[in-house]
């Protein structure tokens, strides 16, 4: 059974709709067991990774590189959850606040 429509769109959308080998946004990121089925490997979250075409067909199948793919991918995912991370609002304005008092007070010249 391959993996369920949300299971794709979770791991999609959590790769920020890029491939977790070469960071290249693509409409095809496709999404890669790790572990082949053919070899028993499950059809969960854990067994799969975002893949480009290029990067599925580089990587796919090769047993040697697995561990490899799940490195690519949880380092990915913390860099997207990093860049998409909601901000402290209140920090950003306190950092504004201060700056600007620096800038107001710094001497002529």
């Not at 299971?7 to 920020?16: E, F, L, P, S, W």
């Not at 028993?40 to 799969?48: C, H, L, Q």
């Not at 290029?54 to 199948?61: A, N, R």
Request: proline letters at 6%; aromatic letters at 8%.
């Amino acid at each position: 059974m391959p993996f369920s429509e949300a299971d794709k769109k979770y791991v999609r959308q959590k790769a920020g709709y890029a491939c977790c080998g070469c960071k290249q946004n693509a409409f095809s990121v496709e999404v890669h067991h790790i572990i082949l089925q053919e070899e028993g490997g499950p059809d969960t979250i854990e067994n799969a990774a975002p893949l480009c075409p290029t990067c599925h067909g580089d990587f796919g199948g090769n047993p040697e590189k697995r561990k490899r793919i799940s490195e690519m991918r949880d380092w990915w995912y913390e860099q997207v959850e990093r860049m998409y991370k909601p901000r402290d609002l209140a920090l950003l304005e306190t950092i504004s606040v201060e700056i600007t008092d620096v800038k107001n007070n710094l001497p002529k010249i």
